[in-house]
């Protein structure tokens, strides 16, 4: 398992940082991006620790010329797995009902979570072997609405419908981890342990079923029942 390289948007905190953490301990080339190169560093000396070797570099992924530079920069050969973690939400859960959403926040949001994202995955497939692996990080929001999300619950809804694109698109299996509740920045604290959902995710990359996977949705109790 060792030389293999996974590239997590998003990496400077929250489900990202943990998820390249759980990988470091496998030995894998772990590129880190996002947009605070300070954040980053933190993730870096975090895998580091754990054995891992961390790449950092800053993108933001709403510009596609510079997430492509950040691959053709860090990975050497192929990429192995993607896990583009980067999204926003403005406003704390439960407090933004949609019809109070300012057009600033909504162009931010969409801009992020769903261009993005398409760019992230758009560019990363070009240097993935048919056997490699996306996993695009959603949860049930996208799906059951709830009050007060605001526009991260439809740009989410989109983030899946992308993945289950790709999925039918690409050689590649592209599906959805749902992780639950997570407490990060995004949520505002409250949730799982970042490091508790982190092990999910490695599943998802490393041991789940292609056919379970590609164009689908794993979560808690995929993972569980897999490794029960
Ligand atoms: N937390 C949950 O309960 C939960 C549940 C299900 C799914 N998810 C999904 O899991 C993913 C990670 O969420 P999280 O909870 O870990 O959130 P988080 O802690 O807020 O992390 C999101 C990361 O995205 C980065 N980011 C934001 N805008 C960016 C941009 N334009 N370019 C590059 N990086 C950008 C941020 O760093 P910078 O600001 O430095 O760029 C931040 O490190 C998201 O896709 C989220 O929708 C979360």
Redesign the pocket.
Known sequence: MTHQTVLV??????????VAEAFAGDGWRTVL?????A??ESTAEAVSAAGGTPVVH??????EDGVFDALLETVPETLDVLL??????PHA?GERPLQAEDYEDVRAVL???VY??FAVIREALQFMDPDGRVL??????ARDPKPGMGA?AP??AA?EALARGFAVDVDQTVGI???????????GG???D?AD?AELFRWAALECPPEELDGEIVGLREWKRATR
């Open positions: 948007t998003g990496a400077g905190g929250g489900i990202g940082s943990a991006c996002g947009r605070s190169e954040e980053l800053p993108v933001d992924v709403r510009d583009p973690a980067a999204a926003v939400m859960p801009d992020t979570n993005g994202l695009v990080p959603s949860g049930a929001v991260y740009s989410k983030a981890v749902d992780p639950g509740i997570v407490a990060t920045d995004l949520t409250a949730g799982r970042p959902v």
